[in-house]
């Protein structure tokens, strides 16, 4: 049972400021790096089976501290895939969905950033919610303690490209990314860790100047300033042109980005439409994914398969740098899909 509360939210902070709580409290050092282990290694939120742990640390962990911030309200399982989308319930009384994907031997988690998000990008769902505000890093966290224990699969990927615009929840995302390529945390390679944004140029060009690891996906969705701007305001800001320099700029130091392109009927899916993105694109060694669109309210349509499959073809037969991929949203049937996460109880 979550409820509000004065106490110190623990989960999601990193090593150096456990260790500067433990200081405060007077515990040693080492207490630090336990309590992370079992928070994040070990997914434990019960200070009383963090069994290595000083009866006094125990207690302060019992009565000062808040180690789980969120809980399930909702599993919607999908009737044709292994796909699952949790709704979460935060401790202030607002709700966010993640998704889990399951193919073979390979476990997908959409995690979310924010509640809601302000982009306004007209084709996607989570725009109707507006923002409400940023999740902190243990709100994060705890979606992938969650399904980690709730779904047998071990968990190989993580996208945040769940609800919310990431880079404008930047900290926080990178703590939270940090501590999910922690080998004492969660374990994962950082070029399993993939971050999507829309297009926030100075925080792209932050995340490079950092030199982080994590793979970097920005969400094209169209091959020109004028239909962008139409349904991404975002691009009256930064345009088509900065975000493609910025990848082509740091392409050859091996940081290679990924462009994500959402297909939408009679908008951007024209043989014209894949010319102009060739020739943007051309030279730039990145990755193209192609996302057919997944329809929400209606005012969007998911083009033809024949659109689709001359799209693709102008594209693969002007190929000159970038490659292109395909992919095809899970958990459609569920509302789990791409630009499909909106919480109906907001």
Known sequence: MLHNSD?????GKDLSELY???????HPKFRAQQIFEWMYFHGESNPMAMRNLSKNLINDLTTECILQTLAVEKVSSSENEFTNKFLFKTMDNHFIETV????????????????GCNLDCDFCATATM?????????EIVDQLVFIREKVETPITNIVFMGMGEPFLNYERVLKAADIFHDPKGFGLGAHRITISTAGILPKINKFYEQNRKYKLAISLNASNDEIRSKIMPINNKWPIIDLVAIARKHAHRNRKVMFEYVLLAGINDSPENARELARLLQGVDCKLNVIPYNETDGKYGRPENEAIESFLEVLSANQKGYRVMVRWSKGQDIDAGCGQLAVKQE
């Open 7 to 11: 106490k110190f939210i623990i989960k």
């Open 20 to 26: 500067e709580w433990c200081e405060k409290k007077g």
């Open 100 to 115: 889990s994907m399951v193919e073979d031997n390979r476990h997908t988690i959409c995690i979310s950033s924010q509640i």
């Open 130 to 138: 507006g923002i409400i505000r940023n999740l902190n890093t243990g």
